[in-house]
């Protein structure tokens, strides 16, 4: 794919036209998404692209350690800048049909009109995740702070000892019943740690405690189809509460093997690209945003 871009730039420059009359012209892009080649193994590719008029932006800069990181970043928010030169370029094009991009073979149809690449500029980069493990609880309110850091990525709380901590675990207590499900919502923010539901009224939020109803049984063993969800399982068809939540049936039942629910994430990341000192001269403005990219990945965890 490398080689493939390479040859399309090529072509690109040999193929645009600039009779040296340089106009200055305000671009819109806002409403268009920021989207990235995939299949590029040496460097990262991102565009916008319109059809009317035929024009786009682009910024490629190389895979890196560094780089890497703005997509799959460790920490939140991760920020980086980096020079635009020869391995960093950016582009405004025009053409005479929308253009494409990611394309292992070149549409022969598409003729580059114009082509400016910037002469200087910075670009810079935050890349943020807020819930990692998307249960409605913010990484950072996922941590009790012992260590006094307050980052939740050293020594990370981990309620039920399974190795994953709480703020990429679904199921932070190990009841299988999932910590978003383990909210009745009074304040409508969505969130288990704000208004928490504390059944049994012990100052524990069900989210964090095995043992919801505080009958002797373990919420996971009040699952009476066995289907590893005690939040279907009724005493009778007319009770309002599943028996996991029912102090007045405490009833064990034997879980199959294995006896937890797979858990997965998802993690979203936001990589938010600007441009400083841009030197672009058809470009009216010398700060570009230049858009915000959406990574979600999805993480399966199975601690049975």
């Not at 960093?88 to 003729?111: D, G, L, M």
């Not at 997965?264 to 009216?284: A, C, D, V």
């Amino acid at each position: 794919m490398r080689n493939i871009f390479v040859t399309l730039f090529s072509l690109f420059l040999m193929m645009s036209c600039n009779d040296g009359d340089i106009i200055t012209v305000n671009i819109d892009f806002d409403d268009i998404a920021l989207e990235l080649c995939e299949n590029d193994i040496s460097n990262y590719i991102l565009y916008k692209t319109k059809s009317d008029p035929a024009e786009s932006l682009s910024l490629i800069f190389p895979r890196t350690t560094a780089n890497d990181l703005i997509f799959n970043p460790g920490v939140s928010p991760y920020e980086i800048s980096f020079d635009l030169g020869t391995a960093n370029v950016f582009n405004y094009r025009t053409y005479n049909q929308e253009p494409e991009f990611c394309t292992s073979i070149p549409n022969s149809n598409i003729i580059i009109q114009e082509d400016y690449e910037a002469q200087g500029g910075t670009v810079n980069v935050v890349a943020d995740f807020i819930d990692s493990d998307d249960d409605g609880i913010p990484n950072e309110d996922e941590d009790d702070n012992l260590d006094g850091d307050n980052n939740y990525l050293t020594n990370p709380l981990d309620t039920d000892n399974d190795g994953l901590p709480n703020y990429i675990d679904q199921d932070d207590d190990n009841d299988n019943v999932l910590t978003k499900d383990e909210d009745d919502d009074g304040d409508g923010d969505g969130n288990p740690a704000t208004g928490f539901r504390d059944t049994d009224s012990d100052g524990i939020p069900d989210y964090l405690e095995e043992d919801d109803d505080d009958d002797g049984t373990i919420t996971r063993l009040e699952d009476e189809d066995e289907n590893r969800n005690p939040t279907d399982d009724f005493l009778t068809d007319t009770d309002d509460l599943p028996r996991y939540r029912n102090p007045n049936t405490n009833q064990e039942f034997l879980a199959p093997s294995p006896e937890f629910r797979v858990v997965s994430y998802t993690r979203t990341i936001r990589s938010t690209f600007t441009i400083e000192n841009l030197g672009l001269e058809i470009i009216s403005s010398d700060f570009l945003n230049f858009g915000t990219y959406t990574t979600t990945e999805t993480f399966t965890y199975d601690n049975n």
